[in-house]
């Protein structure tokens, strides 16, 4: 895939922390939100639980290729402003590529409200490196992979999860991959501005709340996916060109990376248990995911309204 270069980016959709220390950051991020607390791709308890440790021994990698900042070095959102002002520096700069997918899906989530009648309300997306102290959900290490507050509504990443994904969890990698992965945490947002999230109770288990509030995520981000390539920038120019199987392929095998099951039998010592499952199978967010993705419509995302979910 590749971005149109005439594209304009907006960079004030992003908060660029990177480079700040992380405040002393060292815990864990608060629950909290309707009582789920935070719901994005949580595999710091993932690999705490199945692990038998507290997951101490987890970090994310140097050498992302996401513009890692040195100890001496400050990045910030008047920097990545002057670095990141089109669809040509989304073509050469990874960070500038998750400011264009961050626009592309939150304007896609616009014109999905628009037609409804409603008005969308944009998250910030945070970038931080190492730690980062959240608005609404407590303070919050690397480790505890990207998530949604909901008590501030915003996202927040270290942009080095992507490396991770290949290098610990074997996924194939790509851009399609990082959209994945942001249009994931953005259908956390939408949760949280309907009203989902608040209704989900706290569980465990293959048709529990939590797995089916994860596996709508994953739907919400593949009904994205199928607009793509249409949606269009604030100057009116499609953004994204080009979406391969290829792209589409990609996603899913990080979808599949990321499953409980798989989780639990390569990262924490081989045993399956269902009972602990919070973010559905891997074959389950497959399935939802290429739901959202063939279909493009977020009305056939009712992962709640269904006893089939795969």
């Known amino acids: 895939m ?9 960079t004030s959709q992003v908060d660029d922390q990177r480079g700040g220390g992380g405040g002393g950051v060292g815990g864990r991020v608060a629950l909290g ?11 710091y308890f993932l690999l705490s639980q199945f692990a038998g440790g507290g997951g101490g021994g987890f970090q994310l990698p140097s050498g992302s290729g996401f513009g890692d900042v040195g ?7 008047a920097a990545i402003r002057e670095k990141c002002r089109t669809g040509a520096d989304a073509n050469r700069e990874d960070d500038c590529r998750a400011v264009a997918f961050i626009n592309s899906i939150q304007a896609y989530w616009s014109d999905q409200y628009a037609r409804s009648g409603n008005t969308y309300k944009p998250a910030q997306t945070n970038f931080f490196q190492g730690g980062v102290n959240t608005g609404g959900c407590g303070s919050a290490t690397s480790a505890s992979g990207p998530f949604y507050c909901p008590a501030d509504s915003e996202v927040y990443i270290d942009l080095a999860f992507f490396q ?15 959209a994945y992965v942001l249009a994931h945490e953005y259908g956390h947002h939408i949760q949280n501005l309907l009203g989902t999230s608040g209704r989900v109770k706290q569980g465990t288990g293959p048709q529990s709340d939590s797995v089916r509030l994860e596996l709508q995520a994953d739907c919400y981000a593949g009904a994205w996916a199928n607009h793509a390539t249409t949606v269009p920038t604030a100057s009116g120019k499609p953004l994204i060109t080009g979406v391969t199987d290829d792209d589409i392929n990609a996603a899913l095998d990080a979808a599949g990376r990321i499953g409980d099951d798989y989780i639990q039998k390569e990262l924490g010592g081989g045993k399956v248990d269902t009972t602990q499952f919070s973010h559905g199978s891997s074959a389950q967010r497959q399935k939802w995911y290429r739901a959202g993705y ?13 006893n089939n979910l795969g």
């Open 2 to 10: 590749q971005f149109n270069e005439d594209a304009e980016l907006d």
């Open 164 to 178: 991770e994904l290949k290098t610990t969890f074997g996924a194939t990698g790509g851009p399609f991959v990082e």
């Open 71 to 77: 100890q001496n070095q400050q990045v910030d959102s």
């Open 33 to 43: 939100g309707g009582g789920l607390g935070i719901v994005g791709l949580v595999i």
């Open 294 to 306: 063939d279909s493009g419509d977020p009305a056939r995302c009712d992962t709640f309204g269904t």
